[in-house]
């Protein structure tokens, strides 16, 4: 059973992104503030659950949410800034939308940098402790999973709606035979390096 709070009687919104070891497409991340007294026998890290129970999550998060929020960061903006950098501006952008100022802040891994004056806390694995970071893993990787199956009709032959843009050997494959997208991140190494030189 994940927690309800890190600290009593604190408005806490629970952060983490989705996408930061992909090849293509933006960076999703999302924040939520879920009640105190909330709880939920499949709710858990988003990479725990299977694609079915993360969709049918969605509307149960966004209904019981005190507020929740999404922010996009895309390709472009990556490789101009570097992923890391990309990955805590996608969750800057998602804590402007929340209509509840948080007090703390419940970050998903080991770094983050500051927004406002609001403090926070990183966790590590917090998407498998807390309810409120489970729940914004679940709202930022199936938002992004449905922008990649959007982009996948414009760009069959990469399987996005199948990969998500990660580096399988299938989306690798079609990067060799077909080149890279205005989506593909020029910032990250598309392929190997023995493929480059040998190819």
Same mark, same amino acid.
């Given at each position: ?17 989705? =996408? ?26 988003? #990479? ?10 969605? /509307?149960?998060? &966004? ?5 929740? =929020?999404?922010?996009?960061? /895309? ?49 590590? &694995? =917090? ?13 930022? &990787?199936?938002?992004? /999973? ?14 996005? /709606? ?6 399988? #050997? ?5 990067? #060799?035979?077909? =080149? ?20």
């Amino acid at each position: 059973m994940l927690l309800a709070y890190h600290q009593e009687n604190t408005i806490e919104a629970g952060c983490d992104e989705a =996408g930061r070891g992909c090849l293509a497409g933006p960076v999703v991340a999302a924040a939520a503030i879920m009640p105190v007294d909330f709880s939920h026998a499949v709710l858990n890290d988003s #990479k725990q659950l299977s694609a079915k129970k993360r969709e049918a999550l969605v /509307d149960v998060i &966004k209904d019981a949410a005190i507020a929740w =929020g999404i922010g996009v960061v /895309d390709n472009v903006e990556i490789d101009e800034i570097n992923i890391l950098n990309a990955s805590f501006l996608a969750m800057h952008r998602a804590i402007d939308q929340l209509s509840v100022r948080p007090e703390l802040l419940l970050i998903d891994g080991n770094r983050f940098n500051r927004y406002r004056d609001i403090p926070h806390e990183t966790m590590i &694995k =917090g998407d498998g402790r807390f309810y409120s970071i489970a729940a914004a893993s679940v709202l930022a &990787k199936t938002h992004r /999973d449905d922008l990649m199956t959007q982009y996948a009709l414009q760009y069959p032959q990469y399987g996005w /709606d199948r990969n998500a843009g990660y580096p399988t #050997k299938a989306h690798r494959a079609a990067i #060799k035979e077909f =080149g890279s997208t205005p989506l593909h991140r020029q910032s990250f190494r598309l392929l190997p390096e023995q493929l480059e030189i040998f190819d």
